[in-house]
């Protein structure tokens, strides 16, 4: 199976770009040296793997702490959140594989770009917390979240091609429900 894979990839590096890529795709994959699938294997899916972390898993710590203390530990805790799971999931993305049984790349450039996608995509919804007032900060976090559920959901469209409807479907029922846990907790 290994083989396959890593046969796949290779067997697609000269070949001509499928007409179904967009063009930002093959203008990116071309700014890096790799042909399209070789990108979106080793570039996009580390990305938005930790985009999709950073984003959904640190909802429910920084809904947590606004709703049952403060604006000021909403915004320390979805800092230290993200910043944390970013090093996590960087560390777990680079551990999991070394590239050479699925051809994915470089563990160490792999895990770089979870991690810091990761963090990103926890610190801005965490940055609304600057605001003092609680419950605007909260309104102002949830727009922002909804930008980044937008953002994953069409990069999935884009790159991996899933319908933008499904992915937008996918990607906000999980942000629901992770906000959903982090208020419950806050209110107990």
Known sequence: MSQDVATQVDENAGAPRDPSTSRLTHAIANLTGFDDRTFVLRVVQPALVGMIDGTV????????????SSSHTALVVGIA????AGVSMGFSE???DTGEETGRGSAVVRGAITGAATAFGGVFHSLPFIIHNVHTALIVAGVVVGIELFV???VRYRFLHVPLRNSMV??????????????????S
């Open 57 to 68: 898993s640190t909802l429910a710590p920084i809904f947590a702490a606004a709703i049952s």
């Open 81 to 84: 959140t993200a910043l944390g």
């Open 94 to 96: 680079a551990l999991s």
């Open 152 to 154: 994953i959901s069409w």
């Open 170 to 187: 996918m990607v906000t029922c999980g942000g629901a429900i992770v906000v959903a846990l982090g208020v419950l907790i806050g209110s």
